[in-house]
């Protein structure tokens, strides 16, 4: 047998190792076997076919036209169903919440108590939606929804932007470890795979920001019943695609 070859130094140029890649269909299995999983592609397709609705690109007596309108309405009310008893997870979020500051105390009970309030009337939306209770009540519910929710995103976007500059904070220091350990000539492949994970952390808060603000701007154009500047249904539609967008893949890279 011919002898082992010696291991490879390792050196700071290296890439950092990466998680191994899952087996494609048993991630897909376990991506859809979450409620958000399949929640969020029902979200994409709703809005993939509201901007096509809303772009006027289809004639409005073209057999597809309604049909389209008819998956579309029937999309959104079965996305509902998947949220019942959601609001769990906003009184979870809070019961968890650190509250080292009264600033953050006030943050995390906005944030998840907004979050939690807008998933249980939502229940109550649904049920009013699918005849079980008076659809007279439809249209009360759903504005204690929106602004339930809209308050949520205030709250949420602010949590995460503070988190966001703990993260880079915390890269800044980082960075500083790697480079002394590099000019004393050691390797640092440990420092600079922690390195990656944190860079990627930061890359997710931020498209979390962002769609918090796709999601706002949806929540604030139901408060204002669609009039207004920036509340078009064009840009609506184009906003929840890419909220659902962002949420599919951070959901895909959790599970």
Same mark, same amino acid.
């Given at each position: ?23 494609? @269909?048993?991630? @897909? ?30 004639? $409005? ?15 959104? @009310? ?25 600033? $953050? ?16 009337? $939502? ?35 602010? @949590? ?14 980082? $960075? ?80």
């Amino acid at each position: 047998m011919d002898p082992k070859p010696s291991p490879t130094p390792q050196n700071s140029n290296q890439t950092p190792n990466k998680p191994r890649q899952r087996d494609f @269909l048993n991630h @897909l299995e376990v991506y859809l076997a979450k409620r958000d999983g399949v929640d969020k592609l029902l979200k994409i397709s709703r809005y993939a076919t509201k901007i096509i609705l809303a772009s006027s690109l289809l004639p $409005e007596t073209l057999i597809l036209t309604k049909r389209l309108k008819s998956f579309e309405s029937s999309v959104g @009310l079965s996305r509902k169903a998947f949220r019942l008893g959601k609001f769990v997870q906003g009184v979870n979020a809070l019961r968890d919440s650190p509250f080292d500051t009264k600033q $953050e105390t006030i943050l995390s009970i906005i944030a998840y108590g907004g979050e939690g309030l807008y998933y249980f009337v $939502e229940q109550f939306v649904w049920l009013a939606k699918s005849g079980l209770i008076d659809s007279k009540h439809s249209k009360s519910l759903g504005k204690v929804s929106a602004w339930a929710e809209f308050v949520g995103y205030i709250g949420s976007i602010s @949590l995460k932007f503070r988190d966001l500059k703990k993260l880079s904070e915390d890269e800044v220091c980082l $960075e500083s470890s790697i480079g002394v350990t590099v000019t004393r000539g050691v390797g640092c492949q440990e420092g600079e795979r922690r390195l990656w994970k944190l860079r990627e952390k930061k890359l997710m808060k931020k498209l979390s920001i962002v769609q918090d603000f796709a999601d706002g701007l949806m929540a604030l154009a139901d408060i204002r019943d669609g009039r207004g500047r920036f509340s078009g249904p064009l840009l609506m539609s184009c906003a929840g695609l890419l909220s659902a967008l962002i949420s599919t893949r951070k959901n895909w890279v959790s599970c």
